[in-house]
Nanobody
Framework: QVQLAESGGGLVQAGGSLRLSCAAS????????MGWFRQAPGKEREFVAA????????YYADSVKGRFTISRDSAKNTVYLQMNSLKYEDTAVYYC????????????????????WGQGTQVTVSS
C-alpha cells in the first residue's frame, strides 16, 4: 500500500506564490512518475505538471508553463510544486498522484495511469 499526503495549500493574493508538497509512504519502490492535477468547482480534474521519478523529466500544462515548477526528492519520496505568479483561475483543489506505469513518459497527463492519489489540498487565489 502507498499513501500520499499533500500539504502547503492555502489562501494567497493574485501574483503571490505557494509551494505544495506531496510525501509518499509505504511500498514506493516501483514508482515511475508523479504528477499534480487540480479540480475547480464544477470542472473536471485537469493535468498540471508531472515528473519522471528516475530521469527527472518534467511536463507542464500550457496554462502553468513558466509559472509553476515541479521537482522531486527521491531520498524523501516527495514531490513539490512551486507555484509563482498565481492567478485567480489557479484556484482549485490540487491532488498529487503516483504512477507505476512503465510507459509513464509517453502519457504523463493521463489520469488513468496513476495508481494512487492524495486527499487533495485547497489553493485559493484572491483577485
Amino acid at each position: 500500500q502507498v499513501q500520499l499526503a499533500e500539504s502547503g495549500g492555502g489562501l494567497v493574493q493574485a501574483g503571490g506564490s505557494l509551494r505544495l508538497s506531496c510525501a509518499a509512504s509505504g511500498r514506493t519502490f516501483s514508482t515511475y512518475g508523479m504528477g499534480w492535477f487540480r479540480q475547480a468547482p464544477g470542472k473536471e480534474r485537469e493535468f498540471v505538471a508531472a515528473v519522471t521519478w528516475y530521469g527527472g523529466s518534467t511536463y507542464y500544462a500550457d496554462s502553468v508553463k513558466g509559472r509553476f515548477t515541479i521537482s522531486r526528492d527521491s531520498a524523501k519520496n516527495t514531490v513539490y510544486l512551486q507555484m509563482n505568479s498565481l492567478k485567480y483561475e489557479d484556484t482549485a483543489v490540487y491532488y498529487c498522484g503516483r504512477s507505476t506505469y512503465n510507459g509513464y513518459s509517453t502519457r504523463p497527463s493521463t489520469p488513468t495511469i496513476y495508481n494512487n492519489w492524495g486527499q487533495g489540498t485547497q489553493v485559493t487565489v484572491s483577485s
